[in-house]
């Protein structure tokens, strides 16, 4: 079955590290790949997707996602990481409609 | 250019009412999907409208219906609400896949 997996539901990193939150994916075929962010009683907002070309992607508020076919991740990254990025992440890929991981909860610390 | 509005933003009702839900996408897109959205289940895909049509349905039972009219504003309906029905109801609306998806920021409903 083709899914999309966040392995961790929490991620604590401090303020000015670099933070990865990571997304692995089983799909056939070229898969297109997406991170959205959700603050608390918001809707998702979109980062980053990757369809196809460079491997590292760049998206908005300075993220960044690394597709790596052989090891089929989609790691979500940031070099330095702001007390407001915490927040709920979800990666998700796209196959006639949209498939959804089970989000992996940032927390930046001051 | 206007983001995705969903109205209302909280509704409580009771077990056994029903109650529709008002999404009205970004202008120019034509596709607009349903998302349920729970602490348990994570984000549980509903259905999903083209131009008038149902596109895509998820595994719902069929107390969830939905609709989109000519202008591409849409509805989901719940009848029969039960507790488990309480979560946050997403709408998203996007030009053709795979271009993004574009969130609303949801209806909060609590059944009692």
């Known amino acids: 079955a083709q899914s999309v997996a966040q392995p961790e539901d929490q991620v604590n990193v401090a303020e000015g590290n670099p933070l990865t939150v990571k997304c692995t994916y089983s799909?056939?075929?070229?898969?297109?790949l997406f991170w959205y962010v959700q603050y608390p009683n918001r809707g998702l907002q979109f980062l980053l997707k990757y369809i196809t070309g460079d491997n590292l992607v760049k998206g908005s508020y300075g993220f960044e996602a690394e597709f790596n076919k052989s090891q089929t991740s989609f790691h979500l990254k940031k070099p330095s990481a702001l007390v407001s990025d915490s927040a709920l992440y979800f990666c998700?890929?796209?196959?006639?409609?949209?498939?959804f991981g089970s989000g992996t909860k940032l927390n930046v610390k001051p | 250019k206007a983001g995705v509005t969903q109205t209302p933003r909280y509704l409580i009702k009771t077990r056994g009412q029903q109650v529709t839900l008002s999404c009205s996408p970004i202008s120019g897109h034509r596709s607009v999907s349903w998302y349920q959205q729970t602490p348990g289940q994570g984000l549980q895909f509903l259905f999903e409208?083209?131009?008038?049509?149902?596109?895509n349905k998820g595994n719902f039972p069929g107390r969830f219906s939905g609709r989109q009219f000519s202008n591409s504003r849409s509805e989901m309906n719940v009848s029969t609400l039960e507790l488990g029905d309480s979560a946050l109801y997403l709408c998203?609306?996007?030009?053709?896949?795979?271009?993004?998806?574009?969130f609303g920021n949801g209806t909060r409903l609590t059944v009692t």
């Open positions: 409208y083209f131009s008038e049509t149902q596109r």
């Open positions: 799909v056939s075929g070229n898969p297109y």
């Open positions: 998700a890929y796209n196959f006639n409609k949209f498939y």
């Open positions: 998203a609306s996007s030009l053709e896949l795979p271009s993004p998806l574009h």
